[in-house]
């Protein structure tokens, strides 16, 4: 009885290398094939005038024997001494990637073929990267028609450690290089006779030396969720134990919503108890202690091992649609659960796959393999595909098209986490009795903030000032918050580096959003660089935030250098300065935008202050 | 075989059930009241903790045998679905260049054209394996479908990680194969493990069983005495006789079934 997990094998190689070949011969000699396939496939051979074709057993489509290619992902089961193992066939065709990454990507393993006389080609080396990139580190190398060579000890040698040499460049091992004639069956079930100089594992052997990847319970706890269910009383939320344990009365928290609650109970169906744990692989239902807001994608984790928390991530991918991507685009993003938009920040790298060196492009385009950064306007639960393959890989879709699949690297994003608001479920929302209508009424405008981004020296401060001036004159509830006062006090503990730069930020959001609660027309004037934090602020005033680009460009604001700060940047005595170390991220879509550089003080002025007099007009809403 | 080995075939096949659930509607899933389809639904009760949350289809030629139908009669209060009966149009109706055997087993196509066309669903769950034919080794969890039916086997969309194709442009549908990873004596063992009812064609009488059940005008019993659960598993350790060997329709010409399954057989 076969007792070890079943293998999961992907075949990959160039075409006509003897994958197909193999395949069919691996079947039979294992006794696998169904009665009367063996001979099907002699007289289909036959009828063909060719010698048996054994590569015929998996072309199970009248279309694929007309043509000779295999065309998709097939399934195909045997045994060997040990184990049951399962193979997916991969075929060769370029345009057929996309075919092999659906196989390939659930696989334990890869046996890569080489053909003994024509060596690594194009589509071997491509597909040895694709296993790198799809995280399958046990690889088997076949070098394949030794009866074509001779069964030349020389020539085995050579091929076999042109493949080796080039999977340790990607960081694979091959775990055995055999050298096999697929279609008489050396050196697959055992050793031929044919090459006595050959000392190492027959095929069989090595696979039965390999490991079944299996969920990991000793991981921490990524569980997506998947859905809700309310069928009756209970509220049952389903998802799959990606890795790790849950229990019942884990503390979970919920990512990216940062929200927390007890496992009240595990649920089942069917006769037995209720289960108190469940394991990584599990499809689970769990109910909560307290009623939070939990929905489908969000991740739930145990508080001391959260995933990270960034709207901004690396990934390395491959792209499979005939329109390029190109920095700028927008997509959507499936991850775990999850769905979001997402654009592309920049395109970092395109691997030649021949040289493994950079192509000279920042297109990508179809069966390319590369590395970009992308941006989501939400902050992402996300993890380095190292640490948890489920929540660390994702797919990009294109209208009702999948044209992406990558891995996440998160090397330089930093986690921002520490930056969201806690949002316990101990607190609760204490409602005021006042009305947000009576406020205005009162106040004869609506509460706003007006948020002005721009780079040192743009004239931020100067316009808050003006426009402060201007429609305090005019009756308004109006306060400017401005960066070094605000230093001063509320932010008094941070400093410079990028997480108290952030926190900064998200402290002034969350006041100033305050301040318009209690219908003040509040104006911030803070550099604010990142879109991200930007984006935060946004959220916490929902409603009525408007975002100001006080645009001057970077050069008139150095001439301008009002705190002589450029040349002190330029000098190197203040690091990360925003437009000359650090980047400014400018607003994709403002609500308002003035430039400072073109217009006059007293323009710019004007433009605010009709903005906000219109904006917060009682009628207006 | 060990029990971990089907628990985790159990355990995807509910992932996948309850993604299916969550991502396309309206969903309803096709009840051949075979042991399949019967494993289907007892996994659907398990993912929905009692419920099953969608119409159930039996796509009916009239032609059954009189033990499905009374199987039918009985599961569907039991376990309180919600069955749809659909008609399946006459023969007579069908492509007549098409083997009779196919031609018969066509008529379930048309029968599901019409539900589609007249429900608008835009998934339909169904209990087909890879393993039991080999055009069926080359489909997807999820596989898109146009208006017409028809499934374009050269042009599949990719799947991997469990990020299954869930959106479909209007008319088009998706059929959804929560079981394409289980064997045929995966199933066995599980209905054995889980005491599945099974409709009782399937165990043998004077020496003859049903291994797979379909019309009677074109499904014909194998020789076998495995008259339990336990006998059906030995028999099928050791066969090397395809599944579908009753099958009429699967010897009548080298592509009879791809050209059914190309224009939208299940
Ligand atoms: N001489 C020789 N030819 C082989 C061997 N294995 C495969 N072939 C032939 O190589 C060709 C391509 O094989 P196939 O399995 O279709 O390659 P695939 O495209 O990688 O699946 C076929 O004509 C096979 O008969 C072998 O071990 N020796």
């Not at chain 1, 006794?31 to 998996?58: N, Q, T, Y």
């Not at chain 1, 370029?94 to 990454?101: D, Q, T």
């Not at chain 1, 009162?442 to 040192?456: E, K, Q, Y």
């Given at each position: 009885?076969?007792?070890?997990?079943?293998?999961?094998l992907?075949?990959?190689?160039?075409?006509?290398h003897?994958?197909?070949?193999?395949?069919?011969?691996?079947?039979?000699?294992?006794?696998?094939?169904?009665?009367?396939?063996?001979?099907?496939?002699?007289?289909?051979?036959?009828?063909?005038?060719?010698?048996?074709?054994w590569?015929?057993?998996?072309d199970?489509?009248?279309?694929?024997?007309?043509?000779?290619?295999?065309?998709?992902?097939?399934?195909?089961?045997?045994r060997?001494?040990?184990?049951?193992?399962?193979?997916?066939?991969?075929?060769?065709?370029?345009?057929?990637?996309?075919?092999?990454?659906?196989?390939?990507?659930?696989?334990?393993?890869?046996?890569?073929?080489?053909d003994?006389?024509?060596?690594?080609?194009?589509?071997?080396?491509?597909?040895?990267?694709?296993?790198?990139?799809?995280?399958?580190?046990?690889?088997?190398?076949?070098?394949?028609?030794?009866?074509a060579?001779?069964?030349?000890?020389?020539?085995?040698?050579?091929?076999?450690?042109?493949?080796?040499?080039?999977?340790?460049?990607?960081?694979?091992?091959?775990?055995?290089?055999?050298?096999?004639?697929?279609?008489?069956?050396?050196?697959?079930?055992?050793?031929?006779?044919?090459?006595?100089?050959y000392?190492?594992?027959?095929?069989?052997?090595?696979?039965?030396?390999?490991?079944?990847?299996?969920?990991?319970?000793?991981?921490?706890?990524?569980?997506?969720?998947q859905?809700?269910?309310?069928?009756?009383?209970?509220?049952?939320?389903?998802?799959r134990?990606?890795?790790?344990?849950?229990?019942?009365?884990?503390?979970?928290?919920?990512?990216?919503?940062?929200?927390?609650?007890?496992?009240?109970?595990i649920?089942?169906?069917?006769?037995?108890?209720?289960?108190?744990?469940?394991?990584a692989?599990?499809?689970?239902?769990?109910?909560?202690?307290?009623?939070?807001?939990?929905?489908?994608?969000?991740?739930?984790?145990?508080?001391?091992?959260?995933?990270?928390?960034?709207?901004?991530?690396?990934?390395?991918?491959?792209?499979?649609?005939?329109?390029?991507?190109?920095?700028?685009?927008?997509?959507?993003?499936?991850?775990?659960?999850?769905?979001?938009?997402?654009?592309?920040?920049?395109?970092?790298?395109?691997?030649?796959?021949?040289?493994?060196?950079?192509?000279?492009?920042?297109?990508?385009?179809?069966?390319?393999?590369?590395?970009?950064?992308?941006?989501?306007?939400?902050?992402?639960?996300?993890?380095?595909?190292?640490?948890?393959?489920a929540?660390?890989?994702?797919?990009?879709?294109?209208?009702?098209?999948?044209?992406?699949?990558?891995?996440?690297?998160?090397?330089?994003?930093?986690?921002?986490?520490?930056?969201?608001?806690?949002?316990?479920?101990?607190?609760?929302?204490?409602?005021?009795?006042?009305?947000?209508?009576?406020?205005?009424?009162?106040?004869?405008?609506?509460?706003?903030?007006?948020?002005?981004?721009?780079?040192?020296?743009?004239?931020?401060?100067?316009?808050?000032?003006?426009?402060?001036?201007?429609?305090?004159?005019?009756?308004?509830?109006?306060?400017?918050?401005?960066?070094?006062?605000?230093?001063?006090?509320?932010?008094?503990?941070?400093?410079?580096?990028?997480?108290?730069?952030?926190?900064?930020?998200?402290?002034?959001?969350?006041?100033?959003?305050?301040?318009?609660?209690?219908?003040?027309?509040?104006?911030?004037?803070?550099?604010?660089?990142?879109?991200?934090?930007?984006?935060?602020?946004r959220?916490?005033?929902?409603?009525?935030?408007?975002?100001?680009?006080?645009?001057?460009?970077l050069?008139?604001?150095?001439?301008?250098?009002?705190?002589?700060?450029?040349?002190?940047?330029?000098?190197?005595?203040?690091?990360?300065?925003?437009?000359?170390?650090?980047?400014?991220?400018?607003?994709?879509?403002?609500?308002?935008?003035?430039?400072?550089?073109?217009?006059?003080?007293?323009?710019?002025?004007?433009?605010?202050?009709?903005?906000?007099?219109?904006?917060?007009?009682?009628?207006?809403? | 075989?060990?029990?971990?080995?089907?628990?985790?075939?159990?355990?995807?096949?509910?992932?996948?059930?309850?993604?299916?659930?969550?991502?396309?509607?309206?969903?309803?899933?096709?009840?051949?009241?075979?042991?399949?389809?019967?494993?289907?639904?007892?996994?659907?009760?398990?993912?929905?903790?009692?419920n099953?949350?969608?119409?159930?289809?039996?796509?009916?030629?009239?032609?059954?045998?009189?033990?499905?139908?009374?199987?039918?009669?009985?599961?569907?209060?039991?376990?309180?679905?919600?069955?749809?009966?659909?008609?399946?149009?006459?023969?007579?109706?069908?492509?007549?260049?098409?083997?009779?055997?196919?031609?018969?087993?066509?008529?379930?196509?048309?029968?599901?054209k019409?539900?589609?066309?007249?429900q608008?669903?835009?998934?339909?769950?169904?209990?087909?394996?890879?393993?039991?034919?080999?055009?069926?080794?080359?489909?997807?969890?999820?596989?898109?479908?146009?208006?017409?039916?028809?499934?374009?086997?050269?042009?599949?969309?990719?799947?991997?990680?469990?990020?299954?194709?869930?959106?479909?442009?209007?008319?088009a549908?998706?059929?959804?194969?929560?079981?394409?990873?289980?064997?045929?004596?995966?199933?066995?063992?599980?209905?054995?493990?889980?005491?599945?009812?099974?409709?009782?064609?399937?165990?043998?009488?004077?020496?003859?069983?049903?291994?797979?059940?379909?019309?009677?005008?074109?499904?014909?019993?194998?020789?076998?005495?495995?008259?339990?659960?336990?006998?059906i598993?030995?028999?099928?350790?050791?066969?090397?006789?395809?599944?579908?060997?009753?099958?009429?329709?699967?010897?009548?010409?080298?592509?009879?079934f791809?050209?059914?399954?190309?224009?939208?057989?299940?």
């Amino acid at each position: 009885m076969v007792d070890a997990a079943q293998l999961r094998l992907v075949v990959v190689g160039h075409v006509d290398h003897g994958k197909s070949t193999l395949i069919g011969r691996l079947l039979h000699d294992t006794g696998s094939l169904p009665d009367g396939k063996a001979e099907e496939v002699r007289a289909i051979s036959a009828r063909r005038g060719m010698p048996v074709e054994w590569s015929f057993v998996l072309d199970a489509l009248q279309a694929e024997r007309d043509q000779a290619i295999t065309i998709d992902t097939t399934r195909l089961w045997f045994r060997t001494a040990r184990r049951s193992c399962v193979i997916i066939d991969a075929p060769g065709h370029r345009e057929f990637l996309r075919n092999m990454i659906s196989g390939a990507a659930e696989a334990d393993a890869a046996i890569l073929v080489v053909d003994a006389q024509e060596g690594m080609r194009e589509q071997t080396r491509r597909h040895a990267y694709l296993l790198h990139l799809l995280g399958i580190t046990q690889v088997v190398v076949v070098v394949n028609k030794m009866d074509a060579c001779g069964f030349s000890e020389a020539r085995f040698r050579e091929v076999g450690s042109a493949a080796t040499g080039y999977l340790a460049r990607i960081g694979l091992h091959p775990v055995a290089v055999i050298p096999i004639v697929a279609r008489d069956g050396d050196n697959l079930g055992q050793a031929s006779g044919r090459m006595p100089w050959y000392g190492g594992p027959s095929l069989l052997e090595s696979l039965d030396g390999l490991l079944v990847a299996a969920p990991d319970s000793t991981r921490p706890l990524r569980l997506p969720i998947q859905d809700v269910y309310k069928f009756d009383e209970r509220r049952i939320l389903v998802g799959r134990v990606e890795a790790g344990r849950l229990r019942v009365g884990d503390s979970l928290l919920f990512s990216p919503s940062n929200r927390s609650a007890r496992v009240a109970t595990i649920e089942s169906w069917g006769p037995g108890n209720a289960p108190l744990e469940a394991g990584a692989g599990d499809s689970v239902g769990f109910t909560l202690d307290e009623p939070v807001f939990v929905e489908r994608g969000d991740v739930a984790s145990h508080h001391d091992q959260a995933p990270k928390l960034s709207p901004l991530f690396r990934c390395h991918l491959f792209w499979l649609s005939d329109r390029p991507l190109v920095p700028g685009r927008s997509l959507r993003l499936k991850l775990a659960t999850d769905e979001a938009r997402v654009s592309v920040e920049t395109v970092e790298r395109v691997v030649d796959t021949e040289t493994l060196e950079p192509v000279d492009r920042t297109e990508v385009r179809r069966n390319d393999m590369a590395t970009v950064v992308l941006r989501c306007r939400e902050l992402l639960s996300l993890d380095p595909h190292a640490e948890s393959p489920a929540t660390g890989r994702c797919a990009l879709i294109d209208g009702f098209d999948t044209v992406a699949g990558g891995v996440i690297d998160l090397v330089g994003f930093p986690d921002q986490r520490p930056t969201v608001q806690r949002r316990s479920s101990d607190l609760y929302m204490v409602e005021h009795l006042l009305s947000a209508e009576a406020r205005a009424a009162r106040n004869g405008h609506a509460g706003a903030v007006i948020w002005l981004t721009g780079l040192s020296g743009a004239g931020k401060s100067t316009l808050a000032m003006q426009v402060e001036r201007e429609l305090f004159a005019r009756g308004y509830a109006i306060y400017v918050l401005d960066g070094d006062n605000v230093r001063r006090g509320l932010n008094a503990d941070l400093g410079f580096a990028p997480e108290d730069r952030a926190e900064n930020i998200r402290r002034v959001g969350e006041v100033a959003a305050l301040f318009a609660d209690a219908g003040v027309v509040v104006i911030t004037a803070f550099i604010s660089p990142y879109r991200a934090d930007r984006e935060r602020a946004r959220a916490a005033a929902a409603g009525c935030f408007h975002e100001v680009y006080v645009r001057a460009d970077l050069a008139t604001c150095e001439r301008r250098d009002p705190k002589g700060l450029y040349q002190r940047a330029r000098s190197g005595a203040v690091a990360e300065f925003t437009g000359i170390s650090a980047p400014y991220e400018e607003p994709e879509d403002p609500e308002l935008l003035v430039d400072t550089a073109e217009n006059s003080l007293e323009a710019c002025v004007a433009a605010v202050v009709r903005y906000v007099v219109e904006r917060t007009a009682i009628s207006a809403g | 075989m060990t029990s971990d080995h089907l628990r985790q075939l159990e355990q995807r096949t509910i992932y996948i059930l309850r993604e299916a659930y969550s991502r396309v509607k309206p969903l309803g899933m096709l009840w051949s009241i075979g042991k399949d389809s019967n494993a289907l639904l007892w996994m659907a009760r398990k993912a929905f903790f009692g419920n099953v949350p969608f119409p159930v289809i039996q796509l009916d030629t009239d032609m059954e045998l009189p033990e499905v139908y009374a199987f039918r009669d009985r599961i569907v209060p039991e376990w309180n679905l919600r069955l749809q009966v659909e008609h399946c149009p006459p023969e007579a109706e069908m492509d007549q260049t098409l083997p009779p055997a196919t031609r018969a087993a066509a008529r379930k196509t048309e029968g599901l054209k019409n539900l589609i066309r007249r429900q608008g669903y835009r998934g339909i769950l169904l209990g087909i394996r890879r393993d039991e034919q080999s055009t069926r080794a080359k489909e997807r969890v999820f596989s898109p479908r146009g208006i017409d039916g028809a499934w374009d086997f050269r042009d599949q969309p990719p799947e991997f990680w469990d990020q299954y194709k869930t959106d479909v442009p209007d008319g088009a549908h998706l059929r959804i194969h929560p079981l394409l990873h289980w064997t045929e004596l995966d199933i066995w063992l599980y209905t054995r493990q889980e005491g599945i009812p099974i409709v009782p064609l399937y165990l043998a009488r004077d020496g003859k069983r049903y291994r797979s059940l379909g019309e009677k005008n074109i499904t014909f019993p194998i020789d076998s005495n495995a008259s339990s659960i336990d006998e059906i598993i030995a028999e099928l350790e050791t066969t090397r006789m395809p599944e579908r060997a009753g099958r009429a329709m699967d010897h009548e010409a080298e592509d009879s079934f791809e050209r059914l399954r190309t224009t939208g057989y299940m």
